[in-house]
């Protein structure tokens, strides 16, 4: 599925020359790649694939389509729309690549449904501290996307 956004991506860069995959803080481009998000979105893509998709980190995705004004009233989305359902398949599930992790469910009972760093609830996710020592319960930490992307990028630690 990823070879056929990509096709749709290329295929709307050369038709109003502007490369979304470029990062560029020009308004066009930004608006192109909000309006790419909010479709994929739509189709039931997490914020994590969206990211690697366009090689962003998902926070990046997240914060583009929380502001849901410019979302709406963006000029791409019809040409996003309709060169989008010609690459992609027409009947594409929803929330198709999410997938059930009981472990996790376990590691929000014991630590909370709240950011560990900051306190932050509406949205988390589990971090592993040492992937090395995969998914064992005591290796597992409940971030939010911010202090995550923060956690991988080497500006925070968690201490053994």
């Given amino acids: 599925m990823t070879s056929q956004i990509r096709a749709a991506i290329k295929?709307?860069?050369?038709?109003?020359?502007?490369n979304p995959l470029k990062k560029s803080r020009l308004k066009n481009y930004v608006l192109l790649r909000q309006s790419m998000f909010a479709y994929l979105r739509e189709k039931g893509y997490?914020?994590?694939?969206?990211?690697?998709?366009?090689?962003?980190?998902?926070?990046?995705?997240?914060?583009?389509?929380?502001?849901?004004?410019?979302?709406?009233?963006?000029?791409?989305?019809?040409?996003?729309?309709?060169?989008?359902?010609?690459?992609?398949?027409?009947e594409?599930?929803?929330?198709?690549?999410?997938e059930y992790r009981p472990k996790w469910l376990t590691v929000f009972k014991q630590r909370g449904y709240a950011c560990e760093v900051c306190g932050f609830d509406d949205i988390v996710e589990v971090h592993h501290i040492d992937k090395s020592l995969g998914g064992r319960i005591d290796n597992l930490r409940v971030v939010c996307p911010n202090c995550h992307a923060k956690i991988h990028a080497g500006m925070m630690f968690f201490k053994s």
């Fill in 92 to 98: 594409t599930p929803k929330f198709l690549t999410v």
């Fill in 11 to 18: 295929h709307i860069s050369n038709s109003i020359k502007i």
């Fill in 46 to 90: 997490s914020y994590p694939e969206i990211g690697e998709i366009f090689n962003m980190n998902h926070t990046t995705v997240f914060h583009s389509l929380s502001n849901k004004g410019s979302v709406r009233e963006n000029a791409y989305n019809e040409i996003v729309a309709k060169v989008f359902d010609q690459f992609l398949d027409k």
